[in-house]
């Protein structure tokens, strides 16, 4: 019997990709009669899995090239960012409320106690959004397809360096709640001020993120963290939420236990 040739697969870059007959079969699910083909774009495919959607989104395939999503370009080029756009576009703006706190006479040490407490309004909703939306249960067609573009996609191809932060285009439209929620709570002068730490907390999570799937650490701390939140991805995935930081796993009950079972999703 012969051997069986590559399977070719188109890269969103354009480039033609062999990928072995057991991997390609391997990457693929089949669930009421659909099967996904990883040599077109996923996005709209991935709806039909129906409640396979969840089996087959928590099978990672280790790659740094991404699959393609849309068919259009244009739509194709909003889902991916490099990592260092991320500050080059959000600091600046963190900045400039900085100084709309400042202009409104709070003085320096209290404009740096609220960006902390920003910061620190991050951090739990870094986890709570990572946790109850990112990983809700889906099974419709939209429901797999939506999923699949805010979470799901990270999760099958947890590599992908181009998917790893968050687009800023989208970014944008959640800023916007976000803003007027904290406009609402706060006063004129303070609110800048624990905007602004948000939006700074949500940098350091997104810099972070990319680091700990693509960086080598060599120091004890961001080790811990890359374990841990690769942990998540490859053995445990309805447990450790947090990735900045286990402070909220540890409050609301989902740390990993030391030694695992079977993997959970």
Known sequence: M???????????????????????????????EFTVDLSKPLVFQVGHLGEAYQEWVHQPIVSKEGPRFFESDFWEFLTLTEWFVIPLIWLP??????????????TIPQVALFMAFGIFIWTLLEYTLH?????????????????????G??????????????????????????????????????????????LLGYVMYDVTHYYLHHGQPTSEVPKGLKKYHLNHHFRIQDRGYGITSPLWDKAFGTLPPLKLGKKSR
């Open 131 to 151: 946790r109850f939306l990112f990983h809700i249960k889906t099974k419709s067609y939209w429901g797999n397809t939506i999923h699949y573009l805010l979470h």
């Open 2 to 32: 012969g051997m069986k040739s590559s399977r070719p697969h188109v890269s969103r870059r354009g480039i033609v990709l062999c990928i072995p007959p057991a991997l390609y079969w391997l990457a693929k699910m089949v669930a009421h």
């Open 153 to 198: 996609c990270h999760h099958k191809h947890p590599m992908d360096g181009l998917r790893l932060v968050f687009p800023p285009a989208a970014t944008a439209i959640l800023l916007v709640p976000f803003w007027n929620s904290i406009k609402f709570l706060a006063t004129p002068s303070t609110a800048p001020a624990i905007f602004g730490g948000g």
């Open 93 to 106: 703006v963190v900045g400039w409320f900085i100084l709309k706190s400042i202009r409104m006479d709070l």
